[in-house]
C-alpha cells in the first residue's frame, strides 16, 4: 500500500497508509526506497487477524483514527535520503577480522565471514564478462538500487565466487531483476527462498555438483553462487531482517540444484532450461522462489503407474494455503518443482512416460477435494465469500476446477499439466523425490541465458 500512497502523494493527493504495529519498522524503510522518507502512515495496534470484531473497532477509534487524521491533515516533517559511497570508494581498511566486524556492524554481511572485496579482487571477476563495470542489468525493489555489474562483482568476491563465475552471477542478477519474478516480494510473510537451477556445459566446467548431496553445501560453486544470491537480496535490493525482511521464520538461502544432463539426454527428456525456451547446449540459470519443501524417500514401484501414486500424493500434501496462488490472488501462478533422482526418472521413462506424459498424469493425479480445496481457500487465507463454483462462472478459472457441484469431486492444484517443473539429479541410486512448494507470483519462474565473455567458449 505504500506504493499506492506514494502515487497519490506524487500526485498531490495525500493518503494514509495503515500499518500494523509490528511493520512500522518496515514501513520506514520501505518509505526510503522509494524516495518518499518523510510519507506518513497510521498504526494499526496488535494483528486484525486475531481481534475480536469489538477489538477491533476499539483499536481504531483509540489509535488508527487519529493516524489517519494526522497523515491527511498535517505536514510530515522534513526529511531527507542518505548518501551511499561510491562504487570504487574505500569505506574500511584493517585486519580480515576488522573488516568483517565492519560489515556486520553496517549490515553488509550475512552473519558468515566475508571474502572482503578489494578493488584487485573486483576486477580479477570483470575480466570474465564483456559488460561494462558501471552497467545497471536492472533496478531492485525495495529499495530502487541499481544492481551494475561492478555492485555484482563485489557481492560475487564478498560470497566466496570464483571470478570465472561472473557470468553466471550476471545471468542470476538480470533474473533478480525481472519483473516478472518479483524480487520486491522477497520479504514477504512466508520467508520464502530462491531456489536457483542451471543448466548447460557450465556444469562440468566449473565443478557444479549435480549427483549426491546435489543440495547440500560443501561445493563450491553450488554453495556461493547460492550464498551470492542472498547478498545481492541484502546489500543491494535492501532486504534486511527487522527491516524491509519481514519473514515469519524466514529460511536459509539454498545452493545452486544442477540438473543431471547426461540421465536427461539418456531417456530422451527435454532439460529444465527448455521450459524457458532454451535449447540443449545453452548455459541458462533459472529461478523462482518456494515457502518450503520435502524429501520424499523410498518412492517404490517397477512401473510408472506403480510410481505415480506416491509421487502424486506428496505433491498435494505439500500444499495448503499457497493454492491461492492458482485460483486466488495470484491466479495461474503456481509451478511446483519437483526433483527427480534419476534412477526414478529412469524407471518412469523405461514405462514408455515421456517427460510430457509424466506431467499429464501428475495433473490427473496431484489433486485434493474440492472441499478441502474451498476451505482453504474460504476459511485459512481469510476470503469469507470464495468459492469454486462462482469463480468459474465468472470466467476466472477454469472447468477442470468446476466439473460438478460435487463436494468430494478432485480438482488440480495448476492449471495445466505443463506448470509442473521437473529436474533430474541428486543421488544416482536413491529412489527418492524432493518437492518444493511454490510461492506463487511472490516469486514466479524466469530462466536467463548465461552469456559467456567473447573469445571464450568455456570457463573451465
Known amino acids: 500500500m505504500l506504493r499506492a ?41 496488535g494483528h486484525p487477524g486475531l481481534q475480536s470484531k469489538e ?110 563465475y561472473m557470468p553466471v552471477l550476471v545471468a542470476l542478477t538480470e533474473a533478480m531483476a525481472d519483473p516478472a519474478y518479483g524480487v520486491e516480494h522477497s520479504g514477504n510473510t512466508p520467508g520464502g527462498e530462491t531456489q536457483i537451477v542451471i543448466n548447460g556445459p557450465i556444469i562440468k566446467e566449473l565443478g557444479f555438483n549435480y549427483t549426491q548431496g546435489v543440495m547440500r553445501d560443501g561445493f ?33 538461502w539454498r545452493v545452486v540444484v544442477a540438473e543431471n544432463e ?29 515457502t518450503g519443501g520435502n524429501h520424499i524417500s523410498s518412492v517404490s514401484g517397477a512401473t510408472p503407474e506403480e510410481l505415480m501414486p506416491y509421487i502424486a500424493d506428496a505433491v498435494a500434501r505439500q500444499y495448503s494455503w499457497q493454492i491461492m496462488f492458482s485460483v486466488g490472488q495470484g491466479y495461474d501462478t503456481v509451478r511446483p518443482l519437483l526433483l527427480l533422482s534419476p534412477i526414478i526418472a529412469e524407471t518412469i521413462a523405461a514405462g514408455g512416460w515421456s517427460k510430457q506424459r509424466f506431467k499429464e498424469e501428475l495433473f490427473k493425479s496431484a489433486r485434493m477435494t474440492a472441499a478441502d480445496f474451498e476451505r482453504m481457500l474460504r476459511d485459512w487465507t481469510q476470503k469469507p465469500n470464495w468459492n469454486l463454483a462462482e469463480e468459474h462462472a465468472t470466467g476466472r478459472i477454469p472447468k477442470v476446477f468446476h466439473e460438478s457441484d460435487d463436494p468430494q469431486r478432485l480438482v488440480p492444484i495448476v492449471w495445466r499439466p505443463e506448470d509442473f517443473q521437473v529436474v533430474i539429479t541428486g543421488d544416482l541410486g536413491r529412489n527418492s523425490i524432493y518437492v518444493l512448494a511454490h510461492n506463487g507470483v511472490l516469486g514466479f519462474p524466469v530462466g536467463k541465458k548465461i552469456e559467456m565473455p567473447k573469445g571464450r567458449k568455456s570457463l573451465g
Open 55 to 164: 477489538e477491533l473497532q476499539r483499536n481504531v477509534r483509540e489509535l488508527t483514527l487519529d493516524g489517519v487524521l494526522d497523515a491527511l491533515f498535517k505536514m510530515p516533517a522534513a526529511k531527507t535520503l542518505g548518501g551511499e559511497p561510491g562504487p570504487r570508494d574505500v569505506i574500511c581498511s584493517g585486519s580480515f577480522e576488522d573488516i568483517n566486524e565492519y560489515f556486520i556492524e553496517h549490515e553488509l554481511s550475512d552473519g558468515l565471514p566475508v571474502v572482503p572485496p578489494t578493488v584487485a579482487k573486483v576486477e580479477a571477476f570483470l575480466k570474465y564478462t564483456d559488460r561494462k563495470a558501471d552497467e545497471v542489468l536492472g533496478v531492485l525493489l525495495p529499495d530502487n538500487r541499481a544492481a551494475t555489474v561492478w555492485s555484482v562483482a563485489v557481492n560475487g568476491v564478498m560470497a566466496g565466487c570464483r571470478p570465472e
Open 220 to 252: 563450491r560453486a553450488n554453495t556461493t553462487v547460492g550464498r551470492f544470491w542472498r547478498l545481492m537480496l541484502r546489500n543491494v535490493a535492501g532486504f534486511l531482517p527487522h527491516k524491509n525482511d519481514k519473514a515469519t521464520f524466514g529460511n536459509t
Open 5 to 45: 500512497s506514494v502515487a497519490a502523494e506524487s500526485a498531490g493527493i495525500p493518503s494514509a497508509t495503515l500499518v500494523c504495529e509490528s511493520f512500522m519498522t518496515l514501513s520506514k524503510a520501505a518509505s526510503q526506497g522509494l524516495g518518499y522518507p518523510n510519507i506518513a502512515v497510521a498504526p494499526v495496534r
Open 262 to 290: 547426461e540421465v536427461a539426454a539418456k531417456i530422451g527428456w527435454p532439460l529444465h532450461s527448455a521450459e524457458f525456451g532454451f535449447r540443449p547446449g545453452d548455459n541458462v540459470v533459472s529461478v523462482a522462489r518456494y
